[in-house]
T-cell receptor, first 115, second 113 residues
Framework: GAGVSQTPSNKVTEKGKYVELRCDPISGHTALYWYRQSLGQGPEFLIYFQGTGAADDSGLPNDRFFAVRPEGSVSTLKIQRTERGDSAVYLC?????????????FGEGSRLTVL | GQQLNQSPQSMFIQEGEDVSMNCTSSSIFNTWLWYKQDPGEGPVLLIALYKAGELTSNGRLTAQFGITRKDSFLNISASIPSDVGIYFCAGIMFSGGYNKLIFGAGTRLAVHP
């Protein structure tokens, strides 16, 4: 498809397990963002990639969270030793180099539930 | 944590009514944006504002970038059922060498036919 694709759409896991969430951005978009959205809240910034490198990872809450984008396209958000507080919708967004400033194209999100 | 304060948190209105929501911050932003999120989807950009004092319209939507660069409002005229959703303000500030986009907590709009 032409939009940002995220998989899985839903993930239920047990406390302490490892989780990977995948984002496939719009083709040609160099900037990629991960946000986390808790119930009743706005998206909260986690990490920003420009190409393959993480330009800003200051939003990652702790060292259990890690994200990669090895070829400058698909990105994977990895969460180790999941906790119940990690339950949220994880949104991925991409932006065109010459796009409207601030216009991020979001995927539908991956809803993570940690039991 | 969030640096943008949106109000009201939620609104329940009759179809055809006008709606107004706003966003304030203690920080100065270079750009203000308004996004809408439908259930089960990611936010979609509605309007972008780039200059203090700027007033911009997009169909039934009108938004303004406050003179102090610390606030913005969004108006929706003659609401229709498909306006239902969550409206987020977002601000761009230059931080860490790049433009960082920060979202408010959202205003939830319900429209009664």
């Amino acid at each position: 498809g032409a939009g940002v694709s995220q998989t899985p759409s839903n993930k239920v896991t047990e406390k302490g397990k490892y989780v990977e969430l995948r984002c496939d951005p719009i083709s040609g978009h160099t900037a990629l963002y991960w946000y986390r959205q808790s119930l009743g809240q706005g998206p909260e910034f986690l990490i920003y990639f420009q190409g393959t490198g993480a330009a800003d990872d200051s939003g990652l809450p702790n060292d259990r969270f890690f994200a990669v984008r090895p070829e400058g396209s698909v990105s994977t958000l990895k969460i180790q030793r999941t906790e119940r507080g990690d339950s949220a919708v994880y949104l991925c967004a991409s932006r065109a180099r010459d796009g409207v400033e601030g216009e991020l194209f979001f995927g539908e999100g991956s809803r993570l539930t940690v039991l | 944590g969030q640096q943008l304060n949106q109000s009201p948190q939620s609104m329940f209105i009759q179809e055809g009514e006008d709606v107004s929501m706003n966003c304030t911050s203690s920080s100065i932003f270079n750009t203000w944006l308004w996004y809408k999120q439908d259930p089960g989807e990611g936010p979609v950009l509605l309007i972008a504002l780039y200059k203090a004092g700027e007033l911009t319209s997009n169909g039934r939507l009108t938004a303004q970038f406050g003179i102090t660069r610390k606030d913005s409002f969004l108006n929706i005229s003659a609401s229709i059922p498909s306006d239902v959703g969550i409206y987020f303000c977002a601000g761009i500030m230059f931080s860490g060498g790049y433009n960082k986009l920060i979202f408010g907590a959202g205003t939830r709009l319900a429209v009664h036919p």
